[in-house]
């Protein structure tokens, strides 16, 4: 099985690159997905006893979370070390039961996959990029989204041009739809005939 790991800063089309691996009946694990349940189960306690008042109604309210983290950097690797490792189990049990199904090639969408060194998990790597003016529209153009608050995501992700120097391979989502689909199953041509990893 040969895994894709995918990846983008901030508004650069990565959920809408995921979706067209999707149509072309790749299997996809969404982290960010995997997050929210995390954030109504397995994660409410943990996240609750380090963060005190973030739960309301059962679930973790991510605007109470986002509050106690801004300008925290120590709380955001308090928060890290309660989630990542809950995420990186669902994301082997993906992995795991595609395997068994016999999927030829999956895809692990993977917000932070260089910064958490998750990119030695997967065969090849990714990434979503646009131009810089394209991505700073996108984001700003989002409900509540401020200049402040984009800069303050973007210093905790890696540059776009090393993300783009470290991939396998490259979709430019500052184009159309169509061209981003095509650049999608491009690449799934390129890897049809590479062998991938033995899932155990």
Known sequence: MFILGLTGSIGMGKSTTSEFFREAGVPVHDSDAAVH??????????????????????????????????????????LEAIVHPLVRAATQGFVRDQAARGARVIVLDI????????????????????????????????PGMTGEKLDALLARQMPDTEKRARAHFVVDSGRSFDSARAQVHGILRAIASSPGRRII
Not at 115 to 141: F, K, M, W, Y
Request: glycine share 10%.
């Open 37 to 78: 349940r995390l954030y109504a189960g397995e994660a409410v306690g943990p996240v609750e006893a380090a963060f005190p008042g973030v739960v309301v109604d059962g679930k973790i309210d991510r605007g109470k979370l986002a509050a106690q983290l801004i300008g925290q950097p120590d709380a955001i690797k308090r």
């Open 111 to 142: 917000p932070l996959l260089f910064e958490t060194g998750g990119e030695i998990n997967v065969d090849a790597v990714v990434v979503v990029s646009a131009p810089a003016e394209v991505q700073r529209a996108r984001v700003l153009a989002r």
